[in-house]
């Protein structure tokens, strides 16, 4: 690492990549502020990627680099560890200065999250809520479905009220209100249908991550009403709990093809 850094242009690049946290900057605009030639440029990133510098992340056709903030904490405590004689009170904790930005949701970009389900009305609605409330405001997540009911079922809204959950903003609605120029952009979409019937998912974005979490339905719940409030409680419990495993994702740490694994894994698991 101290080597990687043995040159002033990569000192420029690395103080200009923790202003923007792990969001990153496109090498493009990496380029144009640095005012460096992108083949400069991809030679000093490759460098400092490959000694655990930078972590780079590809959108499309683009590819984002951020500061690898594990490997520079690392590296300051080694350059710390003989502080003050083995008394590192008297100095503190030198790499504990290091800016705590994927620990700070102040400093962490918002992730853009669409559930979907075929109605509308009781899995994705769940998940929603649900993101909304654990995500710590590090997620902004959405629903909608390929045949959205008039409303949320009514035993759905009853049981996310009941942990908690605010369900004023909760209502059922088409994808395609999350399509075209003016849609937000969604960086996860995630469908909780064992099958959306068939029907082709419309396009939200060359750059979202699409994962299937397949979930009962429970408009198809049968039995006594006991037996039906059981089916819930299991069905908001595994909701819940792959949630919370999603949102504790290393992201900063990982490519996209690692997250896209880490998905299929979380949709993978024994359902509740």
């Keep these: 690492m101290l080597t990687a850094l043995a040159q002033e242009k990569r000192l420029d690049l690395l ?3 923790f202003t923007r946290g792990t969001a990153g900057m496109p090498a493009g605009e990496l380029a144009d502020a640095l005012a460096m030639p992108a083949s400069t440029l991809s030679f000093h990133l490759s460098a400092m990627e490959r000694d655990g510098l930078l972590t780079a992340t590809r959108h499309g056709r683009s590819i984002s680099y ?4 594990p490997g520079m904490r690392d590296l300051l405590r080694f350059l710390t560890e ?3 004689a083995g008394q590192p009170g008297l100095c503190g904790d030198i790499a504990g200065l290091l800016p705590a930005c994927d620990e700070d949701p102040a400093m962490t970009p918002a992730f853009n999250v669409l559930f979907l389900c075929t109605a509308n009305s009781a899995r994705s609605i769940m998940a929603e809520s649900v993101l909304n409330t654990i995500g710590g405001g590090r997620f902004r997540a959405f629903s909608a479905g390929s045949d959205p009911a008039d409303a949320p079922r009514p035993e759905v809204l009853a049981k996310i009220s009941a942990v908690g959950h605010d369900v004023t903003p909760l209502h059922s609605k088409s994808w395609d209100l ?3 120029p003016t849609a937000p952009q969604m960086d996860f979409v995630i469908a909780l249908c064992d099958t959306l019937e068939g029907q082709i998912c419309p396009d939200f974005g060359k750059t979202a991550l699409t994962a299937a979490w397949p979930l009962p339905d429970p408009a198809k719940f049968s039995g006594s009403p006991a037996e039906r409030s059981t089916l819930m409680n299991e069905l908001y419990a595994s ?3 792959r949630l919370s495993i999603f949102i504790n994702l290393p992201f900063p740490a990982l490519d996209r093809m690692a997250i896209r694994k880490r998905l299929d894994e979380i949709g993978g698991q024994v359902r509740a």
């Design 82 to 84: 003989t502080c003050c």
């Design 239 to 241: 909701l819940h709990r």
């Design 178 to 180: 999350f399509t075209g």
């Design 66 to 69: 951020a500061v690898r903030l």
């Design 15 to 17: 103080r200009l990549l």
